[in-house]
Nanobody
Framework: QLQLVESGGALVQPGGSLRLSCTAPGDTFDYYTIGWFRQAPGKEREGVSCISGGSTSTRYADSVKGRFTISRDNTKNTVYLQMNNLQPGDTAVYYC???????????????????WGQGTQVTVSS
């Protein structure tokens, strides 16, 4: 299993941008789809976006389409989530996770992912 670590969370004003990073050591990083999820206080964890191991496929939640972009650099074992035009509703702890099966591209549901990172806080507020 991968050992994923997120970074990049911060306090940002509405309309601002952030880039989150998700990294893991090892030589099997590119075998796995990596997903970003978020959880706000009192709410269930929801899928934000995911990207296949070779970057050929991506998925986005409707709430972030056109504002968030996922990408990966397998030479750096890193997946990025570029978040633009952030709104207060985007406030949450953001987690990355790996698809349970190698070389698969699962639906963006938490039950299809494991190896969760510890999360990084994103707060959008004026």
């Amino acid at each position: 299993q991968l050992q994923l670590v997120e970074s990049g969370g911060a306090l940002v004003q509405p309309g601002g941008s952030l880039r989150l990073s998700c990294t893991a050591p090892g030589d099997t990083f590119d075998y796995y789809t990596i997903g970003w999820f978020r959880q706000a206080p009192g709410k269930e964890r929801e899928g934000v976006s995911c990207i296949s191991g070779g970057s050929t496929s991506t998925r986005y939640a409707d709430s972030v389409k056109g504002r968030f972009t996922i990408s990966r650099d397998n030479t750096k074992n890193t997946v990025y989530l570029q978040m633009n035009n952030l709104q207060p509703g985007d406030t949450a702890v953001y987690y990355c996770a790996a698809g349970k099966a190698r070389f698969a591209f699962p639906d963006l549901k938490a039950l299809n992912f494991d190896s969760w990172g510890q999360g990084t806080q994103v707060t959008v507020s004026s």
